[in-house]
C-alpha cells in the first residue's frame, strides 16, 4: 500500500487541503487528480489512494468550501472549482495529468479537460448526469441548506438520507466517518450541488476530445449517466451493476484495475 | 468568525510528530511580536477549530498555534489508547519540528492537562500556563465519568448525533447561536470508534500531582461547565497561580465572548 500523506496549497479561494499518494520508487504514469462528491472531502477515496497510489502519483483535493478547503466568498460554478484544481496543478508544477472525478467532481473533470486541453490527457468519469428540467427542479428543492434545529433533529434526518444511499458492504463505522464530512461549512454546504446543477454538462461533454471512461455505478445518477453515451465523441460507459456509493472502498482492487487498464492503455 | 478589520488570517498546516502527521492552525501579526508563541490544545474530542476565533484576535501581537490532538481533527491517531503525557510529547515533537523555543501554553479541559504534562516534560521551554478548568476528580467520580464518556455507539437511526448535539446545547452558554454549535460540531463527531481516548487520557491524569511540582505561573480559568465543580480543588495544589471564575460562561464562551477571553489572556500573559 503507498502511503497516504495531508498538505495544503494556495489557491484563488486560500488554502486547499489534498492528500497524497506516490509509488515509493518513482513510475512514469502521469500524475492523477481524484476530485470528490458533494458535500464530502478527498476522504472518499482514501483507501483507494493506498491502492492506485502504488503505481503513480495522486492527488485527492478537497474542494473550496469542502473537507478543510477555504471557501469563495460567493457560491462557485463548476468552472471556478475547475480553475481553483489549476491553481493547485500549477502550484504542485505538474505537467500533463489524467483526471478522475466522482459526481460533481465529474463535472469538475470536464470543465477542467476543456480548460486545459493540452495538460489534461485521460479523464474518468464516475456518473456524468445530464439532468432533465424537471430533474433539475426535483434536485435543486431536495439540495438546499441545512435547517438547523434546536433539537438535533436535522442531524437525524441528514443522516438517514445518507444512509439510504448507503451499498452494499457499509459498515456504521464507516457511514459515521464518511458523514462527518456532511456536516462541515453547514451554512455552505449545499454550494456544491448548487454548481453541478447550474453546469451544462451535456453541452460541455460534447466538446471534450480526451479520451473518456464513464463508471456508471447503481446509484442515484445511474438513470442520467446512461444519457451521456450519445454525446461523447472519444468515450465509453462503464455499467456496474451491483455497485453503489463506497463502490472505491467495497472494491477497492477491482476498481483500481479499472482504472489503471484505462489510464496505461497505449501507453 | 468575528469579523473585526485587525483580525488576523487563520492557516492551516501539518508538521510531524511520533503519531505521524499533526495538523495546526496558526495565526500571526504581520510583524514579528516580542511576545513568545502560545500554544493552544483543545478539549474532547474537538479539534482546534474551537480556537478560530480567539486566534484571530491574539495573532494581531504574538504567534498563535492551535494543535489538534494526535486522533482528533486531522492529526494521525496513535495505535493505542495514550495518555496526557504521550499526547503532551507528540506536541513537544511539533514543538521541535516548529524550532519553536520559549513558548506560553493554553489547553481546555483535556488540552489543559495536556499543556500542565507539557510543563513538566519542558519546563525550560515552557513560561507560562493557561488551564481551561483543571478539574480533580474523586475515585467515584471517575467511575462515574468513565462510564459516561466510554466509546461511542453509533446508531442505524442517527439517534447518536441527536443525543450528542443536545449535549452540546445543554452546556453551551447563552448567546452561542445554532451556527456557532454548527460550525464546530463535526470535529465532535470525527472518528466515533476511537473519540473516547481523550478523555480516557484526561481521566488516568493525576492533575493534583502535575500541580504540585510546577512552580510556573498558572491562571486557571473556571467558567460554569461541566467541570465548574471540579476545577475548585486546584486551588489546594496550586504552587504559583489562581483560580478566575467565569459564572455565566460555558461551552462557546471562546466564540461568544472572543473579546473579553482575549483580554484576560493577555492580561495574564503580558503582565511582568
Redesign the interface.
Given at each position: 500500500m503507498a502511503k497516504t500523506?495531508?498538505?495544503?496549497a494556495e489557491v484563488r479561494f486560500g488554502?486547499i487541503?489534498y492528500r497524497r499518494a506516490e509509488p515509493s520508487q518513482p513510475k512514469n504514469n502521469p500524475p492523477l487528480m481524484m476530485f470528490h462528491m458533494s458535500p464530502n472531502s478527498g476522504r472518499i477515496y482514501e483507501t483507494f489512494l493506498g491502492k492506485i497510489g502504488e503505481s503513480r502519483l495522486c492527488i485527492a483535493p478537497d474542494t473550496p468550501g469542502f473537507g478543510?478547503s477555504s471557501p469563495p466568498s460567493h457560491p462557485p460554478t463548476i468552472n471556478n472549482y475547475a480553475d481553483a484544481m489549476g491553481d493547485l496543478i500549477d502550484a504542485l508544477k505538474l505537467r500533463s495529468v489524467d483526471v478522475m472525478g466522482y459526481h460533481t467532481g465529474a463535472e469538475i473533470c470536464v470543465a477542467l479537460a476543456l480548460a486545459r486541453p493540452e495538460q489534461i490527457c485521460k479523464v474518468i468519469l464516475i456518473s456524468a448526469p445530464i439532468f432533465t428540467d424537471a430533474e433539475l427542479h426535483e434536485f435543486r428543492a431536495h439540495y438546499t441548506r441545512?435547517q438547523?434545529?434546536?433539537?438535533?433533529?436535522h442531524?437525524?434526518?441528514?443522516?438517514?438520507g445518507h444512509?439510504h444511499w448507503a451499498g452494499p458492504g457499509w459498515t456504521?463505522?464507516y457511514?459515521?466517518?464518511q458523514f462527518?464530512?456532511a456536516?462541515?461549512?453547514?451554512?455552505i454546504a449545499w454550494w456544491g450541488h448548487n454548481a453541478a446543477f447550474n453546469f451544462d454538462m451535456a453541452e460541455a461533454l460534447k466538446r471534450v476530445n480526451q479520451q473518456v471512461l464513464v463508471f456508471n455505478p447503481d446509484d442515484d445518477l445511474h438513470t442520467q449517466t446512461c444519457r451521456a453515451a450519445p454525446l461523447m465523441k472519444n468515450g465509453r460507459i462503464d455499467h456496474l451493476q451491483g455497485w453503489g456509493h463506497g463502490f472505491l472502498d467495497v472494491h477497492t482492487t477491482v476498481a483500481c484495475a479499472k482504472v489503471c487498464a484505462f489510464l496505461d492503455d497505449g501507453r | 468568525m468575528n469579523q473585526s478589520v485587525d483580525n488576523v488570517r487563520v492557516?492551516?498546516?501539518?508538521g510531524q510528530g511520533r503519531f505521524g502527521?499533526i495538523?495546526y492552525r496558526r495565526a500571526a501579526p504581520d510583524v514579528p511580536s516580542n511576545h513568545p508563541p502560545l500554544i493552544l490544545f483543545h478539549m474532547s474530542p474537538y479539534s482546534g477549530v474551537i480556537y478560530e476565533n480567539l486566534m484571530a484576535d491574539l495573532g494581531r501581537d504574538r504567534v498563535v498555534i492551535a494543535v489538534d490532538t494526535p486522533g482528533f481533527g486531522?492529526s494521525d491517531a496513535p495505535l493505542v489508547p495514550p495518555t496526557i503525557q504521550q499526547y503532551a510529547a507528540a506536541m513537544g515533537d511539533l514543538l521541535d519540528g516548529l524550532k519553536l523555543r520559549g513558548v506560553d501554553v493554553m489547553g481546555y479541559h483535556t488540552g489543559s492537562k495536556i499543556g500542565l504534562d507539557l510543563c513538566l516534560q519542558r519546563p525550560e521551554q515552557v513560561r507560562k500556563i493557561i488551564m481551561i478548568s483543571a478539574a480533580i476528580w474523586t475515585d467515584e467520580e471517575l467511575i462515574e465519568h468513565r462510564a459516561q464518556f466510554a466509546k461511542a455507539e453509533?446508531?442505524?437511526?442517527?439517534?447518536h448525533?441527536?443525543?450528542?448535539?443536545?449535549a452540546v446545547?445543554r452546556w453551551s452558554m447563552e448567546g452561542r447561536t445554532?451556527?456557532q454549535?454548527?460550525?464546530g460540531?463535526?470535529a465532535r463527531?470525527?472518528?466515533?470508534?476511537i473519540s473516547w481516548w481523550g478523555h480516557n487520557a484526561a481521566f488516568g491524569y493525576k492533575t493534583a500531582v502535575a500541580l504540585e511540582k510546577i512552580d510556573h505561573e498558572i491562571l486557571i480559568l473556571n467558567p460554569q461547565d461541566d467541570l465548574w465543580d471540579f476545577t475548585p480543588r486546584a486551588k489546594a495544589t496550586l504552587k504559583n497561580g489562581h483560580i478566575h471564575d467565569l459564572p455565566g460562561w460555558s461551552h462557546g464562551f471562546l466564540d461568544v465572548k472572543t473579546t473579553e477571553t482575549a483580554k484576560l489572556v493577555r492580561g495574564f500573559l503580558d503582565a511582568p
Open positions: 500523506t495531508k498538505h495544503y488554502q487541503h478543510d441545512d438547523l434545529t434546536q433539537d438535533g433533529s442531524l437525524a434526518k441528514k443522516w438517514r444512509l456504521m463505522a457511514v459515521a466517518e462527518n464530512d456536516l462541515r461549512n453547514p451554512s | 492557516t492551516k498546516h501539518y502527521q495538523h486531522n453509533v446508531a442505524a437511526d442517527g439517534s448525533l441527536v443525543k450528542w448535539w443536545r446545547g445554532l451556527e454549535m454548527a460550525d460540531f463535526y463527531t470525527m472518528r466515533p470508534d
